[in-house]
């Protein structure tokens, strides 16, 4: 539903990442950076970005700035 009409149910939703010790090695992910920004706001706007920069996915259509873990990778576009 457009924002103007969606229900919070649908505007505030829990976001939930866990990443192995394996992952975060070879995709220079640092935990320590996103638990210090685990209160940031995010919405289901940011999901489809965070995937395709945590996959490192190379698409016109991906936003970094809506990529929540992209500040806490090596490999951040």
Same mark, same amino acid.
């Given at each position: 539903?457009?924002?103007?009409?969606?229900?919070?149910?649908?505007?505030h939703?829990?976001? =939930?990442?866990?990443?192995?010790?394996?992952?975060?090695?070879?995709?220079?992910?640092?935990? !320590?950076?996103?638990?210090?920004?685990?209160?940031? !706001?995010?919405?289901?706007?940011?999901?489809?970005?965070?995937?395709l920069?945590?996959?490192? =996915?190379k698409?016109?259509?991906?936003?970094?700035?809506?990529?929540?873990?992209?500040?806490?990778?090596?490999?951040?576009?």
């Amino acid at each position: 539903m457009p924002y103007l009409f969606a229900p919070s149910e649908q505007t505030h939703v829990p976001f =939930v990442m866990w990443f192995s010790k394996s992952y975060s090695k070879l995709f220079g992910v640092t935990t !320590a950076c996103l638990e210090s920004r685990a209160a940031d !706001a995010a919405s289901h706007d940011n999901l489809f970005h965070t995937v395709l920069g945590l996959m490192d =996915v190379k698409a016109a259509h991906y936003d970094p700035a809506l990529d929540v873990t992209a500040k806490c990778r090596a490999s951040s576009n």
